[in-house]
């Protein structure tokens, strides 16, 4: 079992570029754990008000319905933040070529070395590798690699350096949308806050009530959904500006 575990490890290690990708992967974890907790309080709440649905027909159809949704909703959260890091690897090829790379194989670089050479050197010591004109938001790490002939093959690997939250708070784009999101959020938060208290505080119990507040939790996930697609869908054609911008820059120091 325990041989199983290391190869999976090392195959893993083999095609998933770690070395460039360990800040990324650690802060995106993070963030998926943050957002999971925040999650769990809605997977609850919606547990509690499943089980008080006696129809059992009724109760499967909503608990499709609404874990459906909140998955989707939860998904949408994760690529939101996903897209504000903008992490991504620039590739320059032995003919001084540039590309943004795809995928995460490191089997491209089996046969060759990860070295620094004079020049290398020299460029480290008195010009910055980054010196772009984003170089105050993006963060970048310079690799070079040789093969054995003599090739040079380099990769820039860049990521939002800032607080990435803050493309979403600041941002122009879809104000109105945002605020509609944070009222729905409010409102949504208000309407299950004074159910669950009188639930609580007295022996209410009235089974069209659990339905409506189920109801306005779906909708709540349904429109979240399409409101976190939109701005995704702006913010990445951000993130394409800047990995342009980026190129540019790059293929005139070339």
């Given at each position: 079992?325990?041989?199983?575990?290391?190869?999976?490890?090392?195959?893993?290690?083999?095609?998933?570029?770690?070395?460039?990708?360990?800040?990324?992967?650690?802060?995106?974890?993070?963030?998926?754990?943050?957002?999971?907790?925040?999650?769990?309080?809605?997977?609850?709440?919606?547990?509690?008000?499943?089980?008080?649905?006696?129809?059992?027909?009724?109760?499967?159809?909503?608990?499709?319905?609404?874990?459906?949704?909140?998955?989707?909703?939860?998904?949408?959260?994760?690529?939101?933040?996903?897209?504000?890091?903008n992490f991504f690897i620039a590739f320059i090829d032995k003919k001084?070529?540039?590309?943004?790379?795809?995928?995460?194989?490191?089997?491209?670089?089996?046969?060759?070395?990860?070295?620094?050479?004079?020049?290398?050197?020299k460029s480290q010591l008195y010009e910055n590798d980054m010196s772009?004109?984003?170089?105050?938001?993006?963060?970048?790490?310079?690799?070079?690699?040789?093969?054995?002939?003599?090739?040079?093959?380099?990769?820039?690997?860049?990521?939002?350096?800032?607080?990435?939250?803050?493309?979403?708070?600041?941002?122009?784009?879809?104000?109105?949308?945002?605020?509609?999101?944070?009222?729905?959020?409010?409102?949504?938060?208000?309407?299950?806050?004074?159910?669950?208290?009188?639930?609580?505080?007295?022996?209410?119990?009235?089974?069209?009530?659990?339905?409506?507040?189920?109801?306005?939790h779906n909708i709540y996930y349904f429109l979240s959904v399409g409101?976190?697609?939109?701005?995704?869908?702006?913010?990445?054609?951000?993130?394409?500006?800047?990995?342009?911008?980026?190129?540019?820059?790059?293929?005139?120091?070339?």
């Open positions: 079992m325990l041989s199983i575990i290391i190869h999976s490890i090392k195959i893993l290690f083999r095609f998933m570029d770690f070395e460039k990708k360990s800040d990324y992967y650690f802060i995106l974890f993070i963030n998926v754990v943050i957002v999971g907790s925040i999650f769990s309080i809605p997977v609850y709440l919606d547990y509690v008000l499943l089980i008080k649905l006696h129809n059992e027909l009724l109760s499967v159809s909503i608990s499709i319905i609404t874990y459906g949704l909140l998955l989707f909703f939860f998904a949408s959260a994760i690529l939101l933040i996903k897209e504000m890091m001084n070529r540039l590309f943004i790379k795809k995928n995460f194989n490191r089997k491209y670089y089996e046969n060759t070395m990860k070295l620094d050479s004079e020049d290398d050197i772009y004109p984003l170089r105050r938001l993006y963060k970048g790490i310079h690799y070079r690699y040789y093969s054995q002939d003599g090739e040079k093959f380099e990769e820039i690997a860049c990521m939002f350096n800032k607080l990435f939250y803050k493309r979403l708070i600041c941002s122009k784009e879809h104000v109105k949308k945002k605020i509609l999101w944070l009222l729905m959020t409010l409102l949504t938060t208000i309407v299950t806050t004074i159910y669950l208290l009188i639930k609580y505080f007295t022996d209410f119990q009235f089974f069209y009530v659990s339905i409506i507040i189920l109801i306005i409101i976190f697609s939109m701005v995704i869908g702006t913010i990445y054609k951000e993130n394409l500006k800047v990995k342009l911008l980026i190129l540019r820059f790059l293929k005139k120091k070339i």
